[in-house]
């Protein structure tokens, strides 16, 4: 039996669109949706410690299974009993299953019924990742949400392929729902829809996952190299249908247009390693729109980054001193870069929450896109 009841809790709807505002509880704590997961892939969002990620205002962050399985491994977090512990992180926590990153490593990896072997990508080792493999690390990280083991092909894929991938998705789903419910933990387990580009496949997906009783579900195979076109084809008519009772979650989408088209047909959470990646490689976001720090332009720049936000960086930095870290290659560079687009993207959220309970969301999606994209 699913505890969503207690788990999830829809606080405010938009009157125009399908756009709502929710609240997630845990057992580490509580989170606001809409709500954006700073990535920390291997237990640490890059150049952020967790007081600064705290001061930002995150209220929840993603891991990942496949990379803290390899390191450090399952033997060390257990002597710290969760990962909450080990990485000195006391709110809510979601781990991602690894199956992106099987994706990504493919000519390193077989996929079979059982589940997955690999080639660790650090040495070279040989490892097999069955659905239940993935729920037992995941317990031994404790994390609040986890999420289970699928499978999706590569883009392009013909349907045979998506096909395939989808009831293995499908099969793997059932197994590691198993043993989550076997385990009677305080944890909560999220579904994951596949089906590529085909709606009628994602709408099987979601048929077939939707019996099994997740706490939540995600739509995952998106971001992935799709045109912005097939990505709101799939996106649109799919978001409305995931159970309205239940927390609905976009994997790996995180440009603020995308974010903006998501929650306006449903979605709750999302994350993304753009704004901690392209932080450490110079562009940042602003209410304006990007900007690459390294541009000439910015030089002998007195101005704050964005006269508009709040963050420490732009609380105390000009824009000629941050492009002379990035242009030294200085560590606080990337520190203050991270600052800001963290707290940009948690910021954004905030804002979105608020046009939602105040039934102006449409207009806050106009008024956000035409100072971005400078209309």
Same mark, same amino acid.
């Given at each position: 039996?699913?505890r ?28 606001? =949706?809409?709500a ?15 007081? +600064?990620?705290?001061? $930002?205002?995150? *209220? ?25 512990r ?22 390193? $990896? ?17 490892f097999?990742? =069955? ?49 989550f ?47 912005? #076109?097939d990505?709101?084809?799939?996106? $649109?008519?799919?978001?409305? +249908?995931? %159970?309205?009772?239940? %927390? ?6 995180? =440009? ?9 047909? #449903?979605i ?8 901690s ?11 304006? #729109? ?5 541009? *000439? ?28 870290l990035?242009?030294?290659?200085e ?9 800001h ?8 959220? $905030? ?25």
């Open positions: 039996m699913s969503s009841g207690l788990f999830f809790e829809v606080i405010a709807r938009d009157s125009r669109c399908s756009a709502r505002t929710g609240r997630v509880t845990t057992k580490n704590g509580a989170f606001d =949706t809409p954006f997961m700073p990535v920390g892939t291997a237990g640490s969002v890059k150049a952020l410690t967790p007081s +600064q990620l705290d001061d $930002a205002g995150a *209220q929840i962050i993603l891991a990942n299974t496949y990379h803290l399985f390899l390191r450090p491994g399952t033997d060390v977090i257990k002597q710290f009993t969760s990962l909450h080990f990485m000195a992180w006391n709110k809510p926590i979601l781990t991602d299953s690894g199956g992106f990153q099987i994706f990504s490593l493919q000519a390193n $990896a077989r996929v079979s019924e059982n589940g997955v072997r690999f080639k660790s990508h650090l040495d070279g080792s040989l097999t990742l =069955t659905p239940e493999d993935v729920v037992d690390i995941q317990n031994v990280l404790d994390s609040d949400i986890q999420m289970v083991l699928d499978h999706f092909a590569t883009h392009p894929a013909s349907r045979a392929q998506d096909e395939k991938a989808l009831k293995l998705t499908g099969l793997w789903a059932a197994r590691a729902r198993e043993r419910q076997e385990t009677k933990r305080d944890n909560f387990q999220f579904g994951i829809i596949q089906g590529g580009l085909h709606s009628d496949l994602r709408e099987r997906s979601l048929y077939e996952l939707a019996a099994l009783d997740f706490e939540g579900y995600a739509i995952g195979g998106l971001s992935v190299g799709e045109s912005l #076109g990505f709101q084809r799939i996106l $649109a008519p799919l978001a409305p +249908q995931l %159970p309205a009772a239940k %927390p609905r979650y976009l994997m790996g989408s995180g =440009t603020p247009e995308d974010i903006l088209f998501a929650v306006e047909n #449903g709750d959470m999302f994350d993304c390693v753009l704004p990646r392209n932080a450490r490689n110079g562009t940042l976001f602003t209410s304006r #729109g990007i900007v690459k720090i390294k541009n *000439q332009r910015y030089k002998c720049d007195q101005q704050p980054l964005d006269a508009g936000c709040d963050c420490y960086t732009c609380r105390n930095f000009s824009r000629a001193y941050l492009r002379h990035f242009m030294s290659r560590i606080l560079a990337s520190i203050l870069n991270t600052i687009n963290i707290h940009f993207y948690l910021d954004f959220m $905030a804002k979105i929450r608020y046009a939602i309970e105040s039934h102006k969301f449409i207009e806050f999606k106009e008024d956000f896109l035409a100072l971005y994209k400078g209309d």
